[in-house]
């Protein structure tokens, strides 16, 4: 297997798969701190990654993901049903504008109010996917790609 450089810095060696800002990135230790955690590479090793957020959410499979347009979704159903928000909140106990900024699409809802949604309005919200971790690019060669954290230096540059 080729050697996995950090998609934010570019150092090595790669530790873990983490989701920043909605974004699926390969990280080192340092850098996966900002991040929540979705897989480490080496089970064994506890070392310089500090989990600032939990890896598990209750109800969470690695395997799973809320579809993109879930708010226009979960609108058209509620709409076809003729309920309102507010009795849609009720009957799954949450709040009518947490349901409201969810449906504007201000919001992703968690997985458990997706599946509760799901099961309320007989909607598919939930879709299984499998887990992919893509080396990055090796830095021999002469072109690289630019990292997030290139862009980050050149923006603060530029103020």
């Known amino acids: ?6 998609d934010i810095c570019g150092r090595t060696p790669v530790r873990a798969q983490i989701l920043l800002e909605g974004a699926k990135l390969m990280a080192c ?5 900002g991040g929540k955690i979705l897989y480490r ?5 506890e070392g310089p990654i500090v989990q600032t957020q939990s890896v598990s959410t209750p109800g969470f499979d690695a395997g799973e993901e809320i579809v993109e347009d879930c708010g226009k979704i979960i609108r058209a159903a509620r709409d076809r049903m003729g309920l309102p928000l507010s009795v849609i909140a009720e009957r799954i106990s949450e709040r ?22 799901e099961k309320e309005l007989k909607v598919k919200l939930i879709e299984k996917v499998a887990p992919s971790i893509a080396a990055s690019p090796a830095s021999g060669s002469r072109f690289s790609a630019p990292l997030l954290g290139d862009t980050i230096t050149r923006e603060k540059k530029k103020k």
């Open 1 to 6: 297997m080729s050697e996995l450089f950090c």
């Open 29 to 33: 230790g340092s850098c996966a701190r």
């Open 41 to 45: 590479l080496h089970e064994d090793e």
């Open 96 to 117: 009518e504008s947490y349901l409201a900024s969810i449906e504007n699409g201000h919001v992703h809802p968690s997985l458990d109010v997706a599946k509760k949604l």
